[in-house]
């Protein structure tokens, strides 16, 4: 290399690690859906967004920039291209903000062999294994009562509060051999002794199950203590909560060459964060008074539980959204809609394992820093076809991204996304994209700083050129 191409290169290595740094600083500040959807908030704002709400008229104006919540924990952002009008397309990226843990249950309250648990529900696929032996704490929602009216809190208490512990190789001698934990029985983590917290007398009896209305009768005190100093609330004001746990150590950066990120909730905050990115930057620029369509991010709950939800990907909520912004041209301006628009399911993708790489078809082998995963599959568990291959293709060229493609072995099961789901309900063309990474759906996973980058410089490229690349197809 001269020295104005090494010059470039470090220029380049230092803009990857200075946006994997802000990514990683996004994850710690998102250990639950409802912290995702409330710091997405923020940045949007920062950016010039404007809240808008569901139960109200919208009057959204060209080269303006809105976003819509449902649940607090579904989050739909977009910008009104300066040419748009009802019956002109959509370019959405449409991602997910939840992740598999283990969830407090109605009734937590569990007290066994001197020791105080906290009875929790198994959210979605998770490698349950990788949860023993971690610090824990809790963060979510609680649904305060404050005077006549019931708020909602956001709660994170950050400190290890909680711990799932193994059992000793000593008691279980073919541990290592067939390690299989009862997903009721094994995962409750430990809270405290009844010793420490006074308790012994207390513990006798105590596994019946608590028909009490209030919180404190179906929680540990000491939890609804900690919760309660956390929020400056007392223990009479707190009506519900929707907690799940979460790893304490932080997101890190990591590997003898810094490329590596170490990290909870990849899948999928890695595209619900450079999903929301490319949209904001995408408008920092003069490219959107040119557009003729809506550019949009739609980050939607439940997705690693199937969608069915109110605030999953299944529901009404992004038809609502495109017909209401279709709304004030002809009588099918959103039927017009649909065959302009294009979806980009972005959701992670299993790079090959060193250890494993006969997991993977033998010409379908991703590796880190290689680009973005093309996600294929022969009974439509992704929603790519030919055509939306060939657009992503031309845009990943004009931004200068890689691209990888993907398939699963045919005697592989394959998993899926809300690509599918949103292809079907909606009919608009869908490719299915995700970054590679290992390790998914432990309770740490593992990427590539440079996918980071390169994720947001393609879903920037998507929105500034889909509407130029869909004018030249000729089907």
Known sequence: MDEHEVCSAEAASKEILATAKQFTAFINKTPSPFHVVDECRKCLVAAGFQEIKETETWNVEPTKKYFVTRNQSTLVAFAVGGNYKPGNGFSI?????????????????????????????????GTWHTWFDRDLTVAG???VKNGNKLEHRLVHIDRPILRVPNIAIHLQRDMNEKFSPNKESHLAPILATCVQNGLTNDAKGSEEPCCS???????????????????GVTVDQVMDFELCLADTQPAAIGGALNEFIFAPRLDNLFNAYSGMQGLIKACSNESLLNDPN????????????????????????????????????????FEEAVPKSYLLSADQGHAVHPNYPEKHEDQHRPLLHKGILMKFNANQRYASTAVTA????????RVGVPLQDFIVKNDSPCGSTIGPILSAKLGIPTMDIGGPQLSMHSIREMCCTSSVDQAEKLYKGFFEFYPEVFTSLTL
Do not use: W
């Not at 598999?100 to 929790?120: D, E, M, N």
């Not at 209305?213 to 929020?231: D, I, R, Y």
């Not at 299944?314 to 099918?332: C, D, I, K, P, Y």
């Not at 060939?390 to 060229?397: D, G, M, P, T, V």
């Open 93 to 125: 990226v449409g991602a997910h903000t939840d992740s598999p843990c283990l969830k407090v249950k109605p009734v937590s309250k569990r007290t066994r062999s001197g020791y105080l648990q906290v009875a929790v529900a198994c959210y979605g696929g």
């Open 390 to 397: 060939a657009i992503l293709r031309e845009i990943a060229s």
């Open 141 to 143: 929602r609680v649904i």
């Open 213 to 231: 209305s209030s919180q404190t009768g179906k929680h540990h005190p000491v939890l609804m203590n900690l919760l309660c100093e956390e929020l």
């Open 294 to 333: 809506i550019r949009m991010v739609s980050l939607f709950d439940n997705e690693e539980v199937g969608s069915e939800s109110a605030q999953g990907a299944q529901s009404t909520f992004q038809e609502l959204v495109l017909r209401r912004l279709s709304a004030g041209g002809s009588s099918t301006a």
